[in-house]
């Protein structure tokens, strides 16, 4: 079982629809990463949060540290938003260092005009 | 501001040579990662740096994967004796320290024939 998971691995959505993408981890942690990949392109930064929620524009990241559990929300989605969505946990216990990042296997969204 | 710089952005080998994969973080950044994806899945941990130190290597393979970055800065992934399994993405990221939001490369894609 990965340390990390997320669903739904695929997600087709029509422009407009408000998305969640769940990320659902198993390790303690001191921050988890919501990070976005267009095909062929590099990984952008959305999010970094260890509590609470926080928004930048139409993109919502909330995390729940006791139910070890956080999503991603897309308000009124939009075809430029189709990219891999990836959730990474920054592992709180990993041999007593700083941790390293636990990555999920991404979930890939389709947003059809 | 420039981003994290990686250098080649493909690179093809014959199986059994050796590769070098340069990373040219964001100025200031003294946390820098290596990461390996392959297709369909989400970023694998290789190494992590923090100034000129590994503090954290656990994610290499094999002895065949080394890294650097002698002057805190730069670093450069090197593999020895490629194989064709090694094919992948290999992706840097740099962050200001450990438990900040990082900044990614866009990878070198790396083939071993």
């Known amino acids: 079982k990965n340390e990390v998971e997320q669903s739904p691995q695929n997600l087709t959505a029509q422009e407009g629809e408000f998305i969640t993408i769940n990320c659902s981890y198993s390790?303690?942690?001191?921050?988890l990463h919501w990070l976005q990949q267009h095909p062929g392109g590099g990984i952008v930064s959305l999010f970094m949060?260890?509590?609470g929620k926080k928004k930048h524009g139409r993109l919502i990241a909330t995390i729940n540290i006791q139910e070890k559990h956080s999503s991603l929300h897309i308000t009124a989605s939009h075809p430029r938003d189709s990219a891999v969505y990836i959730c990474?946990?920054?592992?709180?216990?990993?041999?007593?260092?700083?941790?390293?990042?636990?990555f999920g296997k991404g979930t890939k969204l389709s947003v059809k005009p | 501001g420039a981003g994290v710089s990686q250098t080649p952005s493909n690179k093809v080998t014959e199986k059994g040579k050796y590769v070098e994969l340069r990373c040219d973080p964001i100025?200031?950044?003294?946390?820098l990662y290596w990461y390996r994806q392959s297709l369909g899945q989400g970023p694998e941990f290789l190494i992590y740096?923090?100034?000129?130190?590994?503090?954290?290597d656990s994610g290499l393979p094999n002895d065949r994967f080394f890294a650097v970055r002698p002057e805190g800065s730069v670093s450069t992934l090197k593999i020895q004796r490629t194989e064709r399994g090694d094919s992948a993405v290999y992706l840097c990221?740099?962050?200001?320290?450990?438990?900040?939001?990082?900044?990614f490369g866009n990878g070198t894609r790396l083939t071993v024939t």
């Open positions: 990221a740099s962050g200001v320290t450990w438990n900040s939001p990082l900044h």
């Open positions: 390790v303690g942690i001191s921050a």
């Open positions: 949060l260890s509590s």
């Open positions: 990474a946990a920054l592992n709180l216990n990993y041999g007593g260092s700083q941790g390293n990042l636990i």
């Open positions: 100025s200031g950044h003294t946390a």
């Open positions: 740096f923090q100034g000129t130190g590994a503090a954290d």
